[in-house]
């Protein structure tokens, strides 16, 4: 390893053969203490007993929950944010509420806002004047309890329209609050195109958060052609010492190449 940063695991993409409850005391056996989840809610705002089982969960495992993503729409049919909606503002907000509240139970502090996609007959710029409104109010929400908003460039839908660090940096600029970051998932950057060297000297300030994935084909670290730990290494020595999200597909032990 080229950098001594420590690891959480993403458990909406990896241990999916368990139920999501089953997956934080897996993460635990396989010898982590922390954990991130995407919206783990078919619903904005889920009933009380579902939050419950949630942290209880997060509770019994003795893990940490280091990051969660506000609620995104429907993820499996391309949904990838509600934050630049139109429409969809006081599910948004409400959903914060919710967030805010796991938040402060559990500790976590780091919250995905997904910016959302292009939506057909809305005006772009429309969208994202509505963007910068919801994340001026998602950054006082979460900094309430001490908490950030990172914004993420993400790959694989057209639609959505954050494809590189600079796509990011520009929306975080026009909130401008001091806790609102960037989320550098190398996986999306590369896919995009963006120049990830270039992205951690420009922006290493900034980032508020960090997740891996190997190109092509989003698997463990060494199944493509990515250069992450030397990405990593120098991610650390410009300053940076938060945590790294695995967030990849694996089939047999998602954690073999930590072992290599
Ligand atoms: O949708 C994805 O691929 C994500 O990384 C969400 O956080």
Redesign the pocket.
């Given at each position: 390893m080229k950098h001594g940063l420590s690891y959480t695991v993403n458990c909406s993409i990896l241990l999916t053969e368990l139920p999501l409850l089953e997956r934080p005391a897996a993460a635990r056996s396989a010898g982590f203490d922390a954990v991130e989840f995407?919206w783990p809610f078919a619903e904005a705002v889920p009933a009380d007993a579902e939050v419950e089982a949630f942290v209880k969960a997060i509770e019994d495992a003795g893990v940490r929950l280091t990051g969660l993503?506000l609620a995104a729409g429907d993820?499996p049919a391309g949904d990838?944010g509600l934050v630049s909606w139109p429409g969809r503002e006081k599910e948004l907000r409400d959903n914060l509420d919710v967030v805010a509240g796991i938040g402060e139970r559990l500790g976590c502090r780091t919250f995905?806002a997904?910016y959302g996609n292009r939506v057909d007959g809305a005006a772009p710029e429309l969208q994202d004047e509505l963007a910068v409104a919801n994340l001026v109010h998602a950054a006082k929400v979460v900094g309430a309890i001490g908490g950030r908003i990172v914004v993420?460039p993400?790959s694989?839908i057209d639609a959505y329209p954050l494809k590189t660090a600079g796509d990011a940096v520009e929306v975080i600029d026009q909130v401008a609050a001091d806790n609102v970051l960037l989320l550098a998932?190398f996986y999306?950057l590369a896919v995009n195109g963006d120049d990830v060297p270039a992205v951690i000297s420009a922006h290493a300030q900034r980032i508020g958060h960090v997740q891996i994935a190997d190109a092509p084909g989003r698997g463990a670290p060494g199944t493509g052609e990515l250069p992450l730990d030397d990405w990593l290494g120098a991610l650390e020595a410009a300053g940076y010492a938060g945590l790294v999200g695995l967030?990849y597909k694996a089939d047999g032990d998602p954690f073999a190449w930590l072992r290599r």
């Open positions: 995407w993503n993820m990838r995905n997904l993420e993400v694989g998932d999306h967030e």
